[in-house]
């Protein structure tokens, strides 16, 4: 399989811009990346079978980490990625749609049941005005050229007599 949905949704996860956030429980990660039910029972198994030393969201996805080191688990929209190997797929996840991941070297990822976007429920920040767009701008119209007299060439004013000579 070429295309994973890792692959395809490399674009909308840019993690170098997205800050951490501590996650008290998987209850909270699941509320607030709004995780559909079909999803949680398997996110839930896969969690019950690590180690877990802490939940840690990011924009649009959340990380697992190891208590005993070693790659951290993300679960991101519709999958969950940094498995070992195939065989640690299967163990914490059963028999689900399983697939090579880029992230490293051995690493592998399962799809998730119910593999539509999760998104995150961000709190409204101060200062900004949430729903607002701004207005489409106005395409501009190029400057009509100003008037020059005829005669000495100055620029006329808008009476379209010339100050200096009267023409």
């Not at 501590?22 to 990660?29: F, H, M, P, R, V």
């Not at 969690?47 to 070693?70: C, H, K, P, Q």
């Amino acid at each position: 399989m070429n295309e994973t949905p890792e692959t395809a949704d490399r674009a909308r996860t840019q993690k170098s811009r997205e800050r951490p956030t501590s996650l008290a429980s998987l209850e909270e990660a699941f509320q607030r990346y709004r995780t559909p039910s079909a999803n949680q029972a398997l996110i839930r198994r896969i969690v019950e079978s690590t180690d877990v030393a802490e939940l840690i969201g990011f924009g649009s996805w959340f990380r697992v980490t190891r208590r005993g080191g070693g790659p951290g688990l993300e679960v991101h929209a519709g999958y969950t990625t940094g498995f070992r190997s195939e065989s640690d797929a299967v163990r914490r996840a059963g028999d689900v749609e399983r697939w090579p991941s880029r992230r490293f070297q051995g690493a592998w990822g399962v799809t998730h049941p119910d593999s539509g976007p999760i998104v995150e429920q961000k709190p409204a920040r101060r200062g900004t005005r949430q729903g607002t767009t701004r207005p489409p701008a106005r395409p501009s119209v190029p400057e009509k050229p100003e008037a020059i007299c005829p005669t000495c060439f100055m620029v006329l004013p808008s009476t379209g007599i010339c100050d200096t000579c009267d023409a």
